[in-house]
């Protein structure tokens, strides 16, 4: 028995309704260290977000954390051979709770695949595989900046009348501030785990984590897995061919160029040239998607055209072929819902069964050629919806076609052939394709086919039993690039979609109606959904809104008399509830909501990424070389660009800014090469208030004090809270 330490601790006993407090003279030192011990490990769950089971079921206990000096070395011993005992079985404990908080969370081993010799912990999977669009409420300041909620709200109380703006300001700017000052010491489970898998990342930069190309599983492939599929990939000399340099430039002038054509010609108006008009244009970048479900896993590629010289003229063209073609198509359908509504309880005659065609990489395999040989034919559809010539039309396809380039670990690829994955005309040019080459084939099969149904690539058909080898020849001989693969039945039904046509509500045949909502139920539950709610939903539906299709709509949406704006916030609870209360008396606006913190945040950048100096709609910062200002700035243009702008007026129009006018009156210079992105938004108005918040928190900034005359002083104590830069986008 270890000898009790003389010590004064303040015990609290409760006696039903009455506390009663005394003083104990005596404790030994066993109940001491348990006690330190424990307050310590109380103190790891709060920071974890683990509530121990005595807390959930509200006994509260009250402890000191006491010190003690050991008068001799053998006291000191005893105390460390104490605690040690006493703080492993806390930690077992602590692991216990942590474990039992884990599995509380539904995941399933599917969910992610690894394809490397790496061991992934227990917390980084189960946070990986909720994958990157599940959300983690975030905290303010260590999260998401205050300056970036504080933006959001000014952009919606903008709209407002000018005689309620500061009223709301104030309502606004009280429920951000007691918000962060309540919410300080907030923490849960899933921050923990996220701040785990955080570590995790950064110590295994040699790893790869992206989503699957389908199922929504999320892929976990080493650095060198990923770029041997990516060469092997782009190694197809048929395909894509090596750039010498950047061609950007020189397809953002081709780009205006036609565009002024199109102005001049009167085609188009001014304001759809300023719109198709780009001087910011960035190269596309190419990335690949596991095909998990694929043998040997390869990638699918995409192309993001995002920012690229000719995506506006792209998206533009993609309008009229759709309109064009909207009632061209003879065996497409929507989605699962009208298939469903299609083939339930269709009779297949007999002798016949059900084969799914998928055509191998549809995008890149079809021809410039094809696609003008099916427009002229068709030109009298197209002239319908445009006043373009045929010429001008052909033309213009023509150069979205030569555009398709991209760039991958700085290199730039010229894609020779086909349509790129990515690009915003390369699907309606895929529908029309394959709605021609259905019209063309389905007539040359020596036998009926009672059974059609195209969705892009994917083809079913009901064929009899011994023709799938005459139905591949005849469809894999419309185009020498196009080619097909033939998946047959199996159980009686093959995939199609996301659905599974099966021989023997909208998806499900009444026959495997209950299974079918016992396992979309599992589904649901698997990811979260509470099973009262779920239920709720499920006998919520009459019996004739689940005998409802959705039809699809052809003719034009009539415009309300008024036009509601779009607004975004943040989505913190339970700031964005409160926020948008305050909100909601301003009239016409619609406010949605955005995951600020996502699981995304863990994946890898396989994308290359934008240099500085091409990024755009960006708020930046240049110090000077002479001595410690700062020059804050915004713009919506090319960063390159914008800084040439700057080195000219240093020079020749010292009036013009604050960054010009200190260069000039002082001789001194700023060092634009190591100008600093702040934080970036293609928002005006955000990006505009942006850069006052960050002008306002550099002291030795040299702006005017005119670029601050728009910042309410009403912010000026929470924005004090948040002095650090945005997280970069």
Same mark, same amino acid.
């Given at each position: 028995m270890i000898s009790a330490a003389i010590i004064g601790l303040l015990l609290i006993k409760f006696n039903k309704n009455t506390i009663i407090v005394e003083i104990s003279e005596t404790l030994p030192l066993t109940v001491l260290t348990w006690n330190a011990i424990n307050?310590?490990?109380?103190?790891?769950?709060?920071?974890?977000?683990i509530l121990p089971r005595h807390i959930v079921q509200n006994?509260?206990?009250?402890?000191?954390?006491?010190?003690?000096?050991?008068? #001799?070395?053998?006291?000191?011993?005893?105390?460390?051979?104490?605690?040690?005992?006493?703080?492993?079985?806390? !930690?077992k404990k602590f692991l216990a709770l942590k474990k039992r908080k884990i599995q509380s969370i539904q995941i399933r081993d599917e969910w992610l695949c690894n394809l490397t010799t790496t061991q992934i912990p227990t917390e980084v999977k189960v946070i990986l595989s909720l994958g990157p669009k599940f959300g983690v409420a975030p905290l303010p300041v260590k999260d998401i900046p205050i300056k970036n909620i504080v933006a959001d709200v000014e952009?919606?109380?903008?709209?407002?009348?000018?005689?309620?703006?500061?009223?709301?300001?104030?309502?606004?700017t009280n429920a951000i501030t007691n918000f962060v000052h309540n919410s300080k010491m907030t923490h849960n489970f899933e921050h923990y785990l996220l701040t785990n898998a955080r570590r995790f990342v950064k110590t295994h930069d040699d790893l790869v984590i992206t989503p699957a190309d389908k199922g929504n599983i999320t892929v976990i492939l080493s650095t060198e897995q990923y770029e041997q599929k990516m060469n092997q990939l782009l190694q197809d000399s048929s395909v894509y061919k090596q750039l010498r340099r950047d061609p950007t430039n020189e397809f953002q002038c081709k780009n205006n160029k036609i565009v002024k054509q199109l102005k001049d010609k009167g085609f188009i108006d001014a304001s759809m040239a300023r719109k198709l008009t780009t001087y910011k244009a960035i190269p596309p970048r190419i990335y690949g998607l596991p095909k998990v479900h694929k043998a040997d896993i390869p990638l699918r590629p995409i192309v993001s055209t995002i920012g690229s010289a000719s995506v506006e003229l792209s998206q533009f063209m993609t309008q009229i072929l759709t309109e064009a073609f909207s009632d061209f198509h003879d065996y497409t359908i929507a989605d699962s819902f009208q298939f469903a509504s299609k083939i339930n309880n269709f009779i297949l005659p007999q002798g016949y069964k059900l084969i799914s065609l998928d055509a191998v990489s549809l995008f890149t395999n079809i021809s410039l050629e094809l696609v003008i040989q099916i427009i002229q034919?068709?030109?009298?559809?197209?002239?319908?919806?445009?006043?373009?010539?045929?010429?001008?039309?052909?033309?213009?396809?023509?150069?979205?076609?030569?555009?398709?380039?991209?760039?991958?670990?700085?290199?730039?690829?010229?894609?020779?052939?086909?349509?790129?994955?990515?690009?915003?005309?390369?699907?309606?040019?895929?529908?029309?394709? /394959?709605?021609?080459?259905?019209?063309?084939?389905?007539?040359?099969?020596?036998?009926?086919?009672?059974?059609?149904?195209?969705?892009?690539?994917?083809?079913?058909? *009901?064929?009899?039993?011994?023709? @799938?080898?005459?139905?591949? *020849?005849?469809?894999?001989?419309?185009?020498?690039?196009?080619?097909?693969?033939?998946?047959?039945?199996t159980e009686n039904g093959v995939p199609f979609l996301d659905t599974k046509a099966i021989r023997i509500k909208k998806i499900c045949h009444p026959d495997f109606l209950h299974n079918s909502e016992e396992k979309l139920l599992k589904i649901f539950e698997n990811n979260g959904?509470?099973? /009262?709610?779920?239920?709720?939903?499920?006998?919520?539906?009459?019996?004739?809104?689940?005998?409802?299709?959705?039809?699809?709509?052809?003719?034009?949406?009539? !415009?309300?008399? @008024?036009?509601?704006?779009?607004?975004?916030?943040?989505?913190?609870?339970?700031?964005?509830?409160?926020?948008?209360?305050?909100?909601?008396?301003?009239?016409?606006?619609?406010i949605a909501k955005y995951n600020p913190l996502v699981v995304g945040v863990l994946?890898?950048? @396989?994308?290359?990424?934008?240099?500085? /100096?091409?990024?755009?709609?960006?708020?930046?910062?240049?110090?000077?070389? #002479?001595? !410690?200002?700062?020059?804050?700035?915004?713009?919506?243009?090319?960063?390159?660009?914008?800084?040439?702008?700057?080195?000219?007026?240093a020079r020749l129009r010292p009036d013009r800014c604050a960054l010009a006018s200190h260069s000039s009156s002082l001789d001194h210079h700023f060092k634009f090469d190591e100008v600093?992105?702040?934080?970036?938004?293609? #928002?005006?108005?955000?990006?505009?208030?942006?850069? /006052?918040?960050?002008? #306002? !928190?550099?002291?030795?900034?040299?702006?005017?004090?005119?670029?601050?005359?728009?910042?309410?002083?009403?912010?000026?104590?929470?924005?004090?809270?948040?002095?650090?830069p945005s997280r970069q986008t």
């Open positions: 307050h310590v490990r109380t103190l790891h769950c709060r920071t974890t977000g006994i509260k206990c009250l402890t000191n954390l006491l010190s003690d000096d050991a008068e #001799n070395n053998r006291k000191n011993r005893s105390y460390k051979k104490v605690f040690s005992n006493n703080k492993k079985l806390l !930690e952009n919606i109380i903008n709209l407002a009348p000018i005689t309620r703006q500061n009223i709301l300001r104030a309502k606004c034919q068709e030109w009298s559809r197209v002239s319908q919806v445009t006043t373009i010539d045929i010429s001008l039309f052909i033309i213009i396809i023509k150069f979205l076609f030569e555009s398709s380039y991209f760039v991958f670990k700085g290199s730039f690829i010229s894609q020779i052939f086909g349509c790129a994955m990515g690009s915003k005309i390369s699907p309606i040019l895929a529908n029309i394709v /394959m709605s021609v080459l259905l019209k063309y084939c389905i007539p040359l099969l020596p036998f009926q086919v009672p059974i059609t149904y195209q969705y892009v690539d994917d083809l079913l058909l *009901a064929i009899p039993e011994d023709r @799938t080898a005459t139905t591949l *020849a005849v469809f894999n001989n419309y185009d020498p690039h196009i080619k097909f693969t033939a998946e047959e039945e959904y509470p099973r /009262m709610f779920l239920n709720r939903c499920r006998h919520s539906l009459t019996s004739d809104q689940v005998d409802e299709v959705p039809q699809i709509r052809t003719s034009t949406l009539v !415009e309300p008399a @008024t036009h509601d704006k779009y607004v975004s916030l943040p989505l913190i609870p339970p700031l964005t509830g409160k926020l948008t209360k305050i909100l909601k008396e301003i009239e016409n606006i619609k994946f890898s950048q @396989t994308k290359d990424r934008i240099h500085t /100096m091409s990024r755009s709609d960006v708020v930046y910062r240049i110090p000077c070389e #002479n001595c !410690e200002s700062v020059y804050v700035g915004q713009t919506s243009q090319c960063l390159k660009r914008r800084i040439s702008i700057h080195k000219s007026d600093e992105i702040l934080c970036t938004n293609s #928002n005006y108005n955000k990006r505009s208030f942006l850069e /006052m918040c960050f002008i #306002n !928190e550099n002291e030795n900034n040299i702006n005017k004090k005119t670029d601050l005359k728009n910042l309410s002083v009403v912010y000026s104590y929470l924005l004090s809270l948040d002095r650090r």
